[in-house]
């Protein structure tokens, strides 16, 4: 079975961190751009990172730029999603999808595969 599976959500406190994991299974992700998508309670979904299938290329959001970082292990199979000094703004189900591309192209559009999301709640 192909999937994505999302990891590492929670409560944290304002100005706290998480780091997201989203691991595949049934294929490998060697030549998958991922994108990490959010969705704020009713808010539309945005796209939040990206990185390319070879990892060359990230882009993200303005309003994570800074402080989000993404990163690939393609040996573990899984993509991260670290998160520093987070804001009330940040709460959301996290999502991570892939798709096949080639080289250092970073789409957040067209979509494969996709996880069935954490949630990430920031709040005192």
């Known amino acids: 079975q192909l999937q994505l599976v999302e990891s590492g959500g929670g409560l944290v406190q304002p100005g706290g961190s998480l780091r997201l994991s989203c691991a595949a299974s049934g294929f490998t992700l060697d030549y998958y751009a991922i994108v990490w998508f959010r969705q704020a309670p009713g808010k539309e979904r945005e796209g939040a990172s990206c990185?390319?299938?070879?990892?060359?290329?990230?882009n993200y959001a303005d309003s994570v730029k800074g402080r989000f970082t993404i990163s690939r292990d393609n040996a573990k199979n899984t993509v991260y999603l670290q998160m520093n000094s987070l804001k009330p703004e940040d709460t959301a189900v996290y999502y991570c999808?892939?798709?096949?591309?080639?080289?250092?192209?970073?789409?957040?559009?067209?979509?494969?595969?996709w996880g069935k999301g954490t949630l990430v709640t920031v709040s005192s």
């Open positions: 999808a892939a798709r096949k591309t080639y080289g250092s192209s970073c789409p957040f559009y067209g979509m494969t595969y």
């Open positions: 990185i390319s299938a070879s990892g060359s290329t990230t």
